[in-house]
């Protein structure tokens, strides 16, 4: 089922959200955009199908800043990260409130979530389970919330700015208080196999790499993959992901 809806916030301002679910799925996932394309993009619809093909129930939505390109025309920077964060939290909120409505009404089970996205908004996502220490900032996870929370999936982590690999936002993946899945192409410019072995990373944030894909996880017709077998292998290793963790 594909459904369309608004989140309103205290401010009056709205968030676009888009569900879509699938008859006993097994967990469910928040899906955020990158910074250059909105929730419908192609990726996002096709990494979509193919968790719901998987049993998966996603929820995308759009960043301020997305809905603002579309009422005006205009093409507008990304947020900066506390709005960008505050927006992405306020989607967790709304999704676990429904969750508990829906369970409380005997109309659906408890699914585990797992939160992630593509690009920024994976980056996103994984900075809301980062470990801050003890002072709690405004757009921090409450405790419920950030235990509602099973794990993180991130596709093509920018773990640098292109052309700029010693600005590293490695932060959240160290501190991150759940486990975290990476899936990456190998000559992703925003962070290659090479810098990423080198890196060290936890033990909590793993890191899968797709044969010769880029940013968007698209190898060249030369290395003999194709973008349509990537994007199955990504999904199918989200979902291997969600399935250990949800089996322990």
């Known amino acids: 089922m594909n459904k369309k809806e608004t989140i309103q916030l205290a401010d ?11 008859n006993n799925a097994k967990a469910q996932v928040i899906f955020a955009h990158g910074a250059g394309a909105n929730m419908n993009h192609e990726f996002m619809n096709e990494m979509s199908a193919l968790f719901n093909n998987l049993g998966i129930n996603v929820l995308r939505f759009n960043f301020p800043f997305m809905d603002k390109r579309a009422l005006t025309g205009k093409r507008y920077p990304p947020d900066r990260m506390p709005k960008l964060l505050a927006c992405y939290k306020a989607v967790i909120h709304y999704l676990n409130a429904e969750n508990t409505k829906q369970t409380q009404q005997g109309l659906s089970k408890h699914l ?7 690009s ?23 405790d419920n919330e950030l235990n509602s929370i099973s794990g993180v999936f991130c596709f093509g982590y920018p773990f640098h700015p292109t052309k700029k690999p010693d600005k590293l936002r490695l932060e959240p993946l160290q501190s991150s208080a759940k486990p975290i899945l990476i899936v990456q192409g190998e000559r992703d410019t925003l962070g290659d196999k090479a810098e990423i072995i080198d890196y060290q990373l936890p033990e909590h944030c793993q ?14 017709v030369k ?7 990537h994007m199955k ?10 399935e250990h963790l949800t089996s322990q």
Not at 12 to 22: A, F, G, Q, R, Y
Not at 207 to 220: A, I, Q
Not at 223 to 229: I, L, P
Not at 233 to 242: H, R
């Open 12 to 22: 009056d301002s709205e968030i676009s959200i888009l569900w879509n679910t699938v």
């Open 112 to 118: 585990p979530l797992f939160i992630g996205g593509k």
């Open 120 to 142: 920024m908004g994976s980056r996103v996502a994984a900075t809301l389970v980062a470990k801050k220490g003890n002072v709690i900032e405004p757009d921090d996870l409450t």
């Open 207 to 220: 890191c899968v790499f797709l044969d010769d894909g880029d940013h968007s996880l698209k190898p060249r």
């Open 223 to 229: 290395s003999g993959f194709t973008y349509a077998e």
């Open 233 to 242: 292998g990504a999904a199918k290793e989200v979902t291997a992901f969600i």
